[in-house]
C-alpha cells in the first residue's frame, strides 16, 4: 500500500503523470457512463418504435373497417360496384394529397440553409482575394 505524500513535495513531471492518469481514468469512466445511458435510451426508443407499430397496424385495420363501412353505406343507394369506385378514389385523392405535401415537405427541408450558403459564398470570395485569385 503507498501513502500519498504532500503534493507539494513531488516534482513537475511526477504531477503531470498523476494528471494524465487521472484524466484517462476520468475520460473511460464518462465513456463507460455514456454508453450504459445510450444502451438503456436504445431499448426504451425500441420498445417506443414497436408500439408505434403496433399503433400503425391498428389504424390500417381501423380505415379498412371504415372504407368498408362506407361502402355498405354508399351501397343502399348505389350499385355495390359504383360504391367501391367512390370509395377507392376518395382514398386516391387522400393518398395524393398527402404524397404532395410529403414530398413539398421534404423538398422543403432538403434545400440548404440560406445563410450558410451566402456565408460559404464570402468565405470563398474571402479566400480569393487573399491568394489573388480573385482578380483573375
Do not use: F, N
Not at 404524397?99 to 456565408?119: F, H, I, K, M, N
Request: aromatic share 2%; hydrophobic share 50%; proline share 2%.
Amino acid at each position: 500500500m503507498s501513502v500519498d505524500h504532500d503534493p507539494r513535495e513531488k516534482g513537475i513531471a511526477e504531477l503531470v503523470k498523476e494528471l494524465a492518469g487521472q484524466t484517462s481514468t476520468l475520460v473511460r469512466q464518462e465513456i463507460k457512463l455514456a454508453q450504459a445511458e445510450m444502451t438503456e435510451k436504445g431499448r426504451v426508443a425500441g420498445r417506443g418504435a414497436g408500439m408505434m407499430a403496433g399503433a400503425g397496424a391498428a389504424t390500417l385495420l381501423m380505415l379498412g373497417a371504415l372504407t368498408a363501412l362506407i361502402v355498405v353505406a354508399l351501397d343502399s343507394a348505389l350499385a355495390l360496384w359504383l360504391a367501391i369506385l367512390i370509395v377507392t378514389v376518395l382514398w386516391g385523392i387522400v393518398a395524393a394529397v398527402l404524397a404532395q405535401r410529403g414530398r413539398d415537405s421534404l423538398q422543403a427541408s432538403a434545400r440548404p440553409a440560406p445563410q450558410t450558403v451566402e456565408t460559404v459564398k464570402e468565405d470563398i470570395q474571402w479566400a480569393k482575394t487573399r491568394t489573388g485569385s480573385g482578380s483573375r
